[in-house]
């Protein structure tokens, strides 16, 4: 028998999945890291719905891209054991489009919309009658002649997502009976999610290996599942024996992410663009985000929803009334100091 203490290493769990191209995302509550406030709550209103036998109330997801709210709807429906409807808002061009879906739903399924807050003001309406009286406003007939005719449909559960719940209406929010919002994952909620995202791929990783992996994510679980297999693919690329298992080792991973050009906040080339541009061309800001957007080649929504939470939840960027600021913190991580404007001086904590 071998001496070698293999107890840091985090071996594959044969009984999460037998099939490898399965997809990571969890399929039930109890394999969904994280979130645990919003999980004991939701488990309450699954299993009163499901005793009840009645459509679960609406449900409101907010937070940033990547924290699984796509992920927990398609669970809602699962734990419900009901169908589950997908669908963006951009998609639903004209009313008829939302119609089609809703009258062909079964009883009690969960419709998803993602980025509830780009639906088109004409369907927001009918979907306010959907919602609270599971009906639909139909018109027949065109000039003097049309008339107004409500289709019932099947009582359903709406999940709507949004990254920006500012932007959502009021009316519509207020037609949510359920209203969950998602934070940033720590590490160690991050690194069990590596770890569970390894043994489904049938990759060996070091515990310390996983943990960088996680503390350069992020905060979001998308992120670490994809630098996971980046360093998977280096991991098989530099393994000696090419019918072992590839194992993801602490070096392995340092290497990866300086290949990656992640750095060890988990920064990644554009979120160091985004702040070099700041103090290289606006004198450290404040900057509005459409010119900061046109300065670095990216669209606003990208800027706002992808980039900018991370980098004001690390402390390296501000938003103040007069626009975006680099923070003290910011200078120090990109080692410019030396630029940092008396005149910000102000703005920065």
């Not at 919003?38 to 488990?43: A, G």
């Not at 639906?119 to 979907?127: F, G, R, Y």
């Not at 919602?131 to 289709?151: C, H, K, N």
Request: aromatic share 8%; net charge negative; proline share 4%.
């Amino acid at each position: 028998m071998s001496d070698f203490d293999d107890s840091h290493i985090v071996r594959p769990d044969l009984n999460i999945h037998d099939d490898k191209e399965n997809s990571l995302r969890p399929k039930f509550l109890t394999e969904f890291q994280g979130q645990s406030h919003l999980k004991d709550n939701l488990s309450v209103f699954i299993e009163t719905a499901r005793e009840r036998e009645e459509a679960m109330d609406h449900l409101f997801l907010i937070g940033p891209p990547g924290l699984g709210k796509t992920t927990l709807a398609q669970i809602t429906a699962r734990e419900l054991g009901v169908d589950f409807k997908v669908t963006s808002a951009p998609a639903l061009e004209k009313p008829k489009d939302l119609a089609g879906i809703l009258s062909t739903i079964s009883e009690r399924s969960v419709f998803f919309i993602d980025e509830i807050h780009r639906l088109k003001p004409a369907i927001e309406e009918m979907l306010y009658i959907a919602m609270e009286d599971y009906e639909l406003d139909w018109i027949i007939g065109q000039g003097a002649t049309a008339r107004t005719v409500r289709i019932p449909i099947p009582k359903f559960t709406l999940v709507g997502a949004t990254t920006k719940a500012g932007t959502v209406s009021s009316p519509l929010i207020s037609r949510f009976g359920i209203v969950q919002r998602f934070e940033f994952y720590t590490t160690l909620e991050l690194s069990d999610i590596v770890c569970r995202s390894a043994s489904i791929l049938s990759v060996d990783i070091d515990k310390d290996a996983a943990s960088l992996i996680a503390s350069c994510s992020r905060g979001t679980p998308r992120v670490a599942n994809r630098v996971l297999r980046r360093m998977r693919d280096f991991a098989q690329f530099y393994k000696k024996d090419t019918d072992s298992t590839p194992h993801i080792t602490l070096s392995i991973v340092k290497s990866g992410l300086n290949k990656l050009q992640i750095d060890s906040l988990g920064l990644e080339r554009y979120d160091r663009e985004i702040l070099k541009s700041i103090i290289e061309n606006f004198g450290g800001g404040p900057v509005g985000a459409e010119t900061l957007a046109i300065s670095i080649g990216e669209s606003i929504d990208t800027l706002e929803d992808y980039y900018e939470p991370y980098l004001i939840q690390c402390g390296l960027l501000q938003r103040t009334p007069r626009g975006r600021v680099v923070t003290q913190k910011g200078y120090s991580h990109l080692g410019l100091e030396g630029k940092l404007k008396h005149e910000n001086e102000r703005f920065l904590f």
